[in-house]
Every structure is written in C-alpha cells, then in structure tokens.
C-alpha cells in the first residue's frame, strides 16, 4: 500500500466539509478529481468509506475509525514542514556552549537572553569549564562552541582571538575613585585580590609592579573574575580583572578605573576545524564575536 498525502487531505477534506463539492472548494480542486482520489484511497484500502447513492454520499463506519489517524497525519506532515523551515531559518535546534567563568559570568547571561528571546525554540547548554577542558569537548564535537583563554594549540580546533583590556576595580567609597587611571604606585598600600598564580593577568600584574619595584599583598584569591568582584564589593580589598566583568553596570558598590600600564586578557572563540556549524550556531557565534569587539574599548567613564 503507497499511500499519498494528497490522498488523506482529500479524505480528510470530505469529512470535515461533509460533501464532495465543498471539499473540492476547500483544496482548490474539481469535484471528479476528490472523487478520482477517494475512489484510488478504497482501493488501495480494500474496503469502501463512504456510501454512494443517487442524491445520497455519507460516511461509512469505517470511514469515522480512520478520520482521526488521517488528521494527525496531515498535522505531523505540518509540523515536518514547520520544523524543516525554523531549521532552515536558524530559529530552532540546541546550542551546546562551553565557557571559562570570566565568559559565563560576564558575558554569557546578556547574549543568551538576547538571543532566545528572539529564538525561543533554540536549546542552549551553557556549562562553564576550564580551557582545556573546553577545547577537549569542542574537539570531539561534544560542545558546539567555546570560549576560552588564548592561546589555542590544538590542530583540532579554529579559533579567533580577542584581546580584552583589564580595569581596577574597588568599593566605591575608596580614595581611587579620585583616580582618572590606576598607577602600579596606587596598588602599593591596598590589599590585591588575585585569581591565581598561574592566571595571565595575575602574571602581568607582578611583572609590572615588579619592573617598578611595587611590593604587593595578594593574600585572596578568588579564581574566577566574578568572584574578585564580590570580594571587593565586600570589602575584602581590590582587584585586576578583564572589562567583562569589571564593568558591569551592577549596582554593587564596585567602581572601576583604566589601569596603566596597560593589561589585556586574551581570549579565543573556538568550534571543531572543519565543522559544518548550524545555523543556531553561526548566529549565536556572531553575536559572541561582536559583543567581544565592543568590549575592546572601554566605556566612557563619564557614561558610568
């Protein structure tokens, strides 16, 4: 049996309209041809599904036990072809993204709200890794995108690299509020709150207090950007960290400052080499991409 969807709209026509002529209106077709159509569905079924006398046409039994199946059929062509246009249009699918914490917490949380309220149908999995762990699961196609911290060596993957300048950030009712930008001189009698030793900023954060012979006292550590931040919220001293999470408009008693001499925190997008990305993908990644470069410049300090 090759039944044809033309065969169950047609059937299904009739019995929603109740007669031959109306359901021909209804598709657009002549009245010979629903009744050519009906005529090959009872053969192809081996059992008549309506009555047919002169002045009389009406439902058999049997006609009734299959007109609910006919529905959902057609419905679940339509939602085939719904389905197969959202994916064509990007606006439905799952996103898996992978992001170190200064990502996830400072940039993340904006673009992933902007982004589903426009593609409500698109999943997003957000997990929050480390960079190597990151590049492991992009690399074996089990994260669709990743953010991480640069350099990227893997052949496995193709990346595009952000440079992201760091601020000093500090309670607000702290004399370095009176500072246009924060000197390494200026660092000297606060308590700094580092990420961790190994962490590029924290790197160049002693390497240039050192060239100035600037003594600091980093005894916190607080790992991930967003945590600093509520460390000096609470007081706890102030910190070194990228502008994603520095500047944040939080209303948290923190305020920033530029730092010079200048600190960039480097930064790559990453998917597998050779990847055919879905549409979900490719958007998302586009806004990633442009959120970054806007984040590049510092905001006008006068605007904050």
């Known amino acids: 049996m090759h039944l ?6 047609v059937f299904h026509a009739v019995m929603e309209e109740g007669s ?9 077709l002549t009245q010979p041809a629903i009744s050519i159509a009906l005529s090959r569905l009872e053969d192809m079924l081996g059992f008549p599904l309506f009555h047919r006398s002169k002045g009389h046409f009406a439902p058999r039994p049997e006609a009734y036990l299959l007109h609910m199946d006919a529905e959902l059929s057609i419905l679940a062509v339509e939602q085939f072809s719904n389905r197969a246009r959202q994916i064509k249009q990007g606006g439905t699918g799952l996103l898996r993204v992978g992001a170190i914490g200064a990502a996830a917490f400072g940039l993340m949380p904006k673009l992933v709200s902007r982004y589903t309220a426009d593609n409500p149908l698109v999943e997003i999995d957000l997990r929050v890794r480390s960079s190597q762990q990151i590049s492991y699961l992009v690399g074996n196609g089990q994260y669709d995108i ?5 350099p990227v060596a893997a052949p496995s993957l193709e990346s595009e690299a952000f440079s992201l300048p760091c601020v000093c950030i500090f309670p607000s009712d702290s004399g370095l509020s009176e500072k246009k930008v924060i000197a390494p001189r200026d660092l000297a009698e606060q308590r700094l709150i580092g990420i961790q030793d190994s962490n590029q900023v924290d790197r160049q954060v002693r390497a ?4 100035e012979g600037i003594e600091l006292r980093a005894s916190v550590h607080g790992f991930f950007f967003a945590v600093a931040r509520r460390m000096v919220a609470e007081g706890a001293g102030v910190a070194i960290v990228d502008a994603l999470n520095g500047c944040l408009p939080l209303n948290d008693g923190v305020s920033w400052r530029p ?12 998917v597998k080499a050779g990847a055919e990305l879905s549409l979900p993908a490719q958007a ?15 905001p006008n300090l ?3």
């Open 302 to 304: 006068a605007a904050v």
């Open 146 to 150: 990743g953010l991480i911290e640069a």
């Open 4 to 9: 044809k969807l033309r065969h169950l709209e």
């Open 259 to 270: 730092f010079a001499p200048e600190i960039c925190y480097e930064t790559a997008l990453i």
């Open 208 to 211: 240039i207090c050192a060239t």
């Open 284 to 298: 998302f990644i586009q806004m990633i991409r442009d959120a970054m470069q806007e984040r590049a410049i510092l």
């Open 20 to 28: 031959v002529s109306k359901a021909a209106d209804r598709l657009h």
